[in-house]
């Protein structure tokens, strides 16, 4: 039997404490990752605090991890004990439904959830079925993959259906998705505009790819941009100036949701129609779109700008997430 | 100079009486059609009416002409006299701007109206420019052929973008423009489901392409559909139960606004991303989209249900669509 060093909390939005459980047998489909590192994500936040609903206490969270194979299941292909991989929002999905079978494995109805009623990867291991944990290029370093998996995917994986390199690109939010997104779009090949609220984050935007910025705050600037953005992919999840944001596309443009907003986006029926416009939002991606994104990442030394703390220094980490602070994802390493 | 026989109202909502004027000097890129038939569209209503604050009086409404070619200008090529043509919402665009030249003539922001600022088809005679006479085939009647030029494109250009033929199509709202998209749904090889309030249209919904029908009113019912529409068109220009539809959509599934509600669609972010859904609205179509619909029409004997009205009548032509019984498209004959 195997047993997991890990950190939990106890109740919803407790400190998480050293915690050891047991992993039980390993299942023929599944693998052991032992963590290296593991990226914290603003819903490892939401889940520690069950602001959804589905939070399963002991919680251990952790959705962005990156290590090496220890253990395979006895049916497992494709993934070698000692590999490098990493682990995203995903740890399962039932293989077979059409939506598996068509590649969209984030859309199956029965995704398990790495950190949805089992433990995540704040620890020192995290076990997953085989598939999704996905190889990590050997242009990647363990201590940068984690926030690809989730944080990364979830602005890559709209970029890669939606997005020609011909078009021009607006990013709100410059925080963990945000500065990703800037850095996948500038390798895509577009032009680049990033929305922020914060201007002390103008200079540093433009280092990750930015061509312009513009402060998310300033109505007048909005405005200015009216008609100008083939695709904008808001990152935030507070509501917006959204009737602006959808003026500011272009004719045929779109506006991506990768933030989890709780209040309705007012749609105006007729700019959509008149502008031929959409308004879409999508869930993390496949592992067979991580992967595409793995090698994308490493021929463009796309990765995040990493604070890191010991795994031992969860709580102020979330302390340091929760206060606004981080620049631009926290890495714990174990 | 040519004289045009039309009707016109000189107020808001006013009723049309004869109104004569003159056409002036043909333009040499222009055409004058002699009209035989013009559909009557809710938005030639609303222009009557003034809703969107854009209408000059004068105004001899008409966007679904059709009719023979009259004269060409001395730079006009293919189109010559004699062809029949129709003319829709666009009398001309730039046709120098990226869109233009892009093929979107619909989406230019220089496009010219035909009853903006400028008189429509309910008259004996109407002038555009060349290219937005679009040539109408040999299988389909002048007498059908108006309403395709206006609502029939406004549903056929997202089926034409968006749709696969192995689809499941939900069309909400079976008047004027849904019952054209029941038939071009049919042709392109769907699963068609009705939406419609009244039931008495139940069985011509199904003799125009539906397999299934839904009482749009019933919120049991569009429940029980969650989760299986890949796309569902929207023809109706009243809020509806949007969390309900949206929620009726499959994953990766799209709702696609052709109808210009004008109170605000709430969309939940939250829905969107974890579904992968699209929000999408477009306008008419370009003469190039036209061309390709009525080619698909013909093949298939797609053609609007209409009942016919002497031009003289269109006072009674514009009570009958107000009072919601047009079934299901008004012609004027000239």
Same sequence: chains 1, 2.
């Avoid at 049916?75 to 939506?99: E, I, K, N, T």
């Avoid at 990033?194 to 061509?211: I, L, N, P, Q, V």
């Amino acid at each position: 039997m195997t047993k997991v060093h890990a950190y939990a909390a106890t109740t919803a939005g407790g400190r998480l404490a050293p915690f050891e459980y047991e992993l039980g047998e390993l299942g023929p489909g599944e693998v052991d990752i032992k963590v290296s590192h593991c990226g914290i994500c603003h819903s490892d936040l939401s889940m520690l605090n069950n602001e959804w609903g589905m939070t399963a206490y002991p919680f251990v969270g952790g959705h962005e991890a990156a290590g090496t194979v220890e253990a395979v299941g006895e049916m497992v292909r494709g993934v070698s004990v000692g590999d490098r991989v990493g682990l995203g929002w995903h740890a399962g999905a039932c293989m077979h439904c059409g939506h598996c079978m068509g590649g969209n494995h984030n859309l199956c109805a029965e995704q398990v959830g790495v950190i949805v009623g089992r433990h995540g990867g704040f620890g020192d291991r995290v076990r997953c079925q085989a598939e999704f944990a996905v190889k990590i290029p050997s242009g990647i370093e363990l201590a940068d993959a984690g926030p690809l998996f989730c944080g990364g995917i979830t602005v890559f994986d709209p970029i890669r259906r939606f997005v020609s390199p011909t078009d021009r690109v607006g990013v709100i939010g410059i925080g963990g998705l945000g500065h990703m997104a800037l850095q996948f779009a500038r390798a895509w090949g577009c032009h680049v505009t990033a929305f922020t609220s914060t201007d002390a984050k103008a200079d540093e935007a433009k280092s990750m790819g930015a061509h312009a910025v513009i402060n998310s705050r300033d109505d007048n600037a909005l405005e200015a941009a009216a008609g100008s953005f083939d695709c904008i992919i808001s990152t935030v999840n507070v509501p917006l100036n959204w009737e602006g944001y959808l003026n500011a596309l272009a004719p045929k443009g779109r506006l991506h949701l990768s933030g989890a907003v709780l209040e309705p986006v007012p749609v105006n029926a007729m700019g959509l129609i008149m502008g031929q416009k959409q308004v879409s939002g999508s869930p993390v991606g496949s592992p067979r779109a991580i992967a595409t994104m793995l090698e994308f990442a490493a021929r463009h030394g796309v990765k995040p700008r990493t604070e890191v703390f010991a795994m031992a220094e969860v709580n102020e980490a979330f302390k340091h997430l929760e206060a606004g602070k981080a620049r631009y994802r926290i890495i714990l390493e174990a």
